[in-house]
């Protein structure tokens, strides 16, 4: 699976984007897709995740009730709404394909494929 992200760009604190990242190859609804983000001089963290057939969604606790991630099974892509954005919520954000077992969605590791990385900038 190939991803390809985007929708990154400046934003000031309290305003929204949304990400995008489409995959290419074969996927099937029980998969996961995943977004991480990097700080510059931090690990790669969990954001959000959520199974292609849209039963299950999962947050990092630094994001709920601001972020929401949806996806469009027809297109093969996943958004990530971010609203209320905060200076903290600055950094490389990557989406992610292929959860392996043990299916710890939290575990950068675990993840097989990966986007390019879109940048995310708020502004305080």
């Known amino acids: 699976v190939q991803l390809q992200a985007s929708g990154g760009g400046l934003v000031q604190a309290g305003g929204s984007l949304r990400l995008s990242c489409t995959a290419s190859g074969r996927t099937f609804s029980r998969d996961f897709m995943g977004w991480f983000r990097q700080a510059p001089g931090k690990e790669r963290e969990f954001v959000a995740a959520?199974?292609?057939?849209?039963?299950?969604?999962h947050y990092a606790d630094s994001v709920k009730g601001r972020f929401t991630i949806s996806g469009d099974n027809a297109k093969n892509t996943v958004h990530l709404q971010m609203n209320s954005l905060k200076a903290e919520d600055t950094a490389v954000y990557y989406c992610?394909?292929?959860?392996?077992?043990?299916?710890?969605?939290?575990?950068?590791?675990?993840?097989?494929?990966w986007g390019q990385g879109t940048q995310v900038t708020v502004s305080a």
């Open positions: 992610a394909a292929v959860l392996r077992a043990p299916y710890n969605i939290v575990a950068v590791n675990l993840w097989r494929s």
């Open positions: 959520i199974r292609w057939s849209g039963d299950n969604t």
